[in-house]
Every structure is written in C-alpha cells, then in structure tokens.
C-alpha cells in the first residue's frame, strides 16, 4: 500500500504524533517497508554529495593510472551496499557508520584496499577489512576520492565535511581572499600538509581552519 497508510493516518488523527516514543513506533513501522531501502540510500547519498560532487571526480591518469570510470561506479556502489547493510541487515547505530568494516570490493577498486584484484570479479564482493586501518565510511574510497583534487589529497575538503557534517560546527563559506595563492614563495616542493598550512595562515582563515578544519583532515592524510 501507500504511505501515508491508515495506521499512520489514525495515528495523527488519534494525536499522537506530537508524542515522540509514537513518532519512533511509526518511524520503526515504516522502515520494515522495502520502500524506506531506497529512501535511506536517497538520504546517504544526499549526505555525502553524490549526485553533486562525485560524478566529476577525477584523477590524474599519469599519477593515478588504475583510477577510471569503473573504479568511480564501483565505490559508489561500495558506499550505497554499506549503508544499506548497516542499517537494515545489522540494525546498526549512527557510530557503526564511524567504525564498521564492511567493505564491499570488486576486481577494480580491491588493490586500493590492499587486497589481490585477482581474488576478484566485476561484481562486488562483501569483506571485512582491518578495523584498525578502515574503519567506517570516511576511509572508503569513495569518500576519500570524491573529497580530493586531481592531482593531490584534499585536506581542506575532507576536513570540511567532518567540521560540516559530522561535528555540526559550519565554518561558512570562504573569505574571498582563500582563492588567492600565497603573496611569495613557490609550493612545487612542499609536502601537503605544508601547502595546505600556507593557503589557510592568514588570519581570516586560520581561525576556522586551524581550529576544525585542517586537524580532522590531516588525520585522513594517511590515505
């Protein structure tokens, strides 16, 4: 049937969805339904940008020869197959999207995990990566991808959206002075965390990015 159904409708007209423990029963009921599947994977897309930045990801292809449009499909799938088993085969909590390793590989993305793409076929195949080292959606490669430049890592952006998304402190957006480069110096031969560090010292920048932004994603530099 369609929602709303007549239990959900008698219960607004019976008033008890300004009661939050029958909001929970209703919003429990209604995630039985296969219809909420697609609703919740909709929801994590939205959430991590996917319709919005993850279709131009690209990569440099001298720097980054194995990474091509197969690779961009698959760790897209990876992200909608882990979601969906974390919430409805392992009624997981928020925190397992943090911690969980499920990863879910084919022939294409399983070098960049560490594994044998000989292992693999065009399909994804579900793992259990190293906890320690892969905990959680943030060190997917779809994720980590998506929220890099084309030549480089992207402090900057990953940081963002931990600061944004999961601390729920919103730097706002960049001061106009952030696309202009630094006044001396050339970055050819600086590390990132050094080229990053001098595109954010002044002091209209520093603030957001030295107290949220850049901490969270020099701590994903390790991919």
Request: glycine content about 8%; hydrophobic content about 35%; overall charge negative.
């Amino acid at each position: 049937g369609s929602l709303p159904d007549d239990a959900l409708a008698r219960a607004a007209d019976e008033n008890e969805l300004t009661n939050p423990e029958r909001i929970l029963e209703q919003a429990e009921r209604m995630l039985l339904d296969d219809r909420a599947r697609d609703v919740v994977k909709a929801f994590h897309r939205a959430y991590l940008r996917v319709g919005t930045t993850w279709p131009s990801t690209q990569k440099d292809p001298a720097l980054f020869p194995t990474f091509h449009g197969g690779v961009a499909s698959a760790m897209t799938e990876e992200l909608d197959r882990f979601f969906d088993a974390v919430v409805f085969r392992d009624a997981g909590a928020f925190q397992d999207l943090f911690t969980s390793p499920l990863g879910f590989l084919n022939a294409d993305t399983a070098a960049f995990y560490g594994m044998d793409p000989g292992s693999y076929a065009g399909e994804l195949t579900e793992v259990t990566l190293d906890a320690e080292q892969r905990p959680g959606f943030l060190t997917r490669i779809g994720f980590l991808s998506a929220n890099s430049g084309y030549t480089r890592t992207s402090p900057i952006l990953r940081g963002a959206f931990i600061s944004r998304y999961v601390s729920g402190i919103d730097p706002g957006p960049p001061p106009p002075s952030s696309t202009q480069p630094p006044a001396s110096g050339s970055m050819e031969f600086l590390t990132n965390r050094e080229r990053t560090e001098a595109l954010t010292v002044s002091p209209e920048c520093a603030g957001c990015h030295q107290m949220y932004i850049d901490p969270t994603g020099f701590v994903l530099e390790a991919y």
